[in-house]
């Protein structure tokens, strides 16, 4: 099963040519490489090297990019993660793949790793219609009780929405309401944290996009609902007036 992280290039984290830093996306691979080396171990693990990685092609500012993460050979106390990068171009729709490479993780004061998950733990699959897109929660993003912000939980689920409402428009998007936030469950500092969504209903020019929070602590593969929410995203033109999704 791979896991998925998805973000969006802004111009904090490009270079003078417009285009992703080599070094941030590196940085999402690495991520996206231990995430899904820590669910498939359920052990501790570091990254001990990679492969050679080619840089293909280019992100730009504007674009998504997904990191995609695989594991692709298990040893006694080590794995290897398989890594891709795309862009994609939401208004257009175009993709391109970026960078592909293999990161080596080790599990730490492991003797033998677990090459599953262990039973009776829900992992939901790909072969539905909502977009998932992983992340970790490091400490920058707790308060003093050492569970993620709630801010920082309606950034990841606002951008889920803007992600989910463009590529089924291919237009420019904004956000023009929300509906009720429930939280229900905290997210704790290094949990994995998943955001699912999908279009709800779609009118003239808008959107309603649903939008879950899960967290999964990736030692046990304990997975908790921890919020759902709706955001209304509307279609605008480049004065910004609601512009017709047909």
Do not use: K
């Given at each position: 099963m791979s896991i998925r992280l998805i973000d969006m290039v802004f111009p904090g984290d490009a270079n003078h040519h417009g285009t992703l830093f080599g070094g941030v996306g590196l940085a999402h691979l690495d991520k996206v490489a231990f995430l899904a080396a820590s669910r498939h171990a359920r052990r501790t693990v570091v990254t001990a090297g990679c492969e050679r990685i080619d840089f293909a092609a280019p992100a730009r500012i504007g674009e998504m990019v997904e990191a995609v993460g695989r594991v692709v050979r298990t040893g006694r106390?080590?794995?290897?993660?398989?890594?891709?990068?795309?862009?994609?171009?939401?208004?257009?729709?175009?993709?391109?793949?970026?960078?592909?490479?293999?990161?080596?993780?080790?599990?730490?004061?492991?003797?033998?790793?677990?090459?599953?998950?262990?039973?009776?733990?829900?992992?939901?699959?790909?072969?539905?219609?909502?977009?998932?897109?992983?992340?970790?929660?490091?400490?920058?993003?707790?308060?003093?009780?050492g569970t993620l912000f709630g801010g920082d939980a309606l950034k990841l689920m606002g951008k889920a929405a803007f992600v989910a409402a463009t590529r089924r428009a291919r237009k420019v998007v904004v956000m023009a309401a929300t509906h009720r936030i429930d939280f229900s469950t905290p997210i704790r500092e290094g949990d994995m944290v998943e955001t699912a969504s999908r279009v709800k209903t779609t009118g003239r020019s808008s959107l309603t996009i649903e939008v879950q929070l899960w967290a999964e602590d990736l030692l046990n593969g304990r997975r908790s609902h921890s919020a759902t929410a709706e955001f209304v995203m509307v279609a605008v033109d480049q004065s910004g007036r609601p512009e017709p999704l047909g």
């Open positions: 106390t080590s794995l290897g993660v398989e890594v891709e990068l795309h862009a994609e171009a939401l208004l257009s729709g175009e993709r391109r793949l970026c960078t592909r490479g293999l990161f080596n993780m080790v599990a730490l004061g492991a003797d033998q790793l677990t090459l599953s998950p262990p039973p009776g733990i829900d992992i939901p699959t790909e072969a539905d219609d909502w977009l998932r897109a992983a992340d970790m929660v490091f400490p920058g993003t707790t308060n003093h009780y």
